[in-house]
């Protein structure tokens, strides 16, 4: 049984305040868009777990889908398994795509398994492995306050539009990130901002880690500028980076350009 998890773009990271576990509250909107890895799972008497594409420097018991597999052996009798998993969503790059992989993982397990599991505790159970795992385990639309882990479901569809993601080849810390910036609750909540028209966000719609991450990583400040200067309606880093998207009305003609040369473009249905 094959499946293939989906990364997502922040519009908008509000930190609000940090917490006493030295945490942040954060609110951000998560939204899905189709970059994915693709996870197979297929019962063997000779259990192993394979993983290519985009290399993991990690051990095989780090990995979120393993962790996932493991959350479930916890509760629930899984058989042996030969498990495999292509990597195509970038790392370091804000897209969650650790944490897809481990959603994606327990859904393919509870229907592999026929566990009959139901979604409020598949993501009660992703809860328990990252903070933005549940997104993954209903994937859509979402306003996600505490650590980005507490969802609302918004109205908000992005059809129609143009997505250009572009994943420079810089990694940024997101604990570092977290450590320049200093909380605020903003003037007007993003749960707010996004029912606005698409063209007011870039004006509205803020980031907070781009001013500390900009000077360090100037690429990231220049492939957002790009954007904006080629027609996107609006532009972003996306969570703490080092991705950058923009929103076109327009097919955008970036793939000539060298610093898009890598870039992906999908229309609609977003």
Request: proline share 9%; with cysteine; net charge negative.
């Amino acid at each position: 049984m094959i499946c293939f998890p989906n990364a997502k773009i922040n519009l908008g990271l509000n930190i609000v305040g940090k917490r006493p576990d030295g945490y942040h509250n954060i609110e951000t909107v998560f939204y899905p868009i189709p970059v994915k890895d693709a996870l197979e799972i297929v019962g063997s008497d000779r259990p192993r777990f394979e993983q290519t594409g985009i290399p993991v420097d990690a051990p095989e018991e780090k990995n979120l889908v393993i962790k996932a597999l493991n959350a479930l052996k916890m509760r629930y009798e899984i058989p042996p398994l030969e498990i495999h998993l292509l990597k195509a969503i970038p790392f370091g790059a804000g897209l969650g795509g650790g944490s897809a992989d481990a959603a994606f993982m327990l859904r393919l397990l509870n229907d592999f398994c026929g566990l009959g599991i139901p979604m409020d505790e598949l993501a009660s159970i992703a809860s328990t492995i990252g903070a933005d795992c549940p997104f993954f385990i209903h994937n859509t639309p979402v306003f996600a306050t505490g650590t980005g882990n507490l969802f609302e479901p918004v109205e908000l569809s992005l059809k129609g539009y143009y997505l250009c993601l572009v994943k420079p080849d810089v990694a940024v810390s997101t604990a570092e990130a977290y450590s320049l910036v200093t909380p605020a609750h903003p003037e007007v909540s993003l749960k707010e901002i996004v029912r606005y028209p698409l063209s007011q966000w870039k004006e509205l719609m803020k980031n907070d880690f781009e001013p500390s991450v900009f000077p360090r990583f100037p690429i990231i400040r220049e492939i957002k500028e790009t954007l904006y200067r080629e027609g996107a309606v609006y532009a972003s880093m996306s969570g703490s980076g080092s991705s950058v998207f923009g929103l076109f009305e327009q097919p955008p003609g970036l793939k000539e350009k060298a610093i898009f040369r890598d870039c992906f473009v999908w229309e609609g249905d977003l």
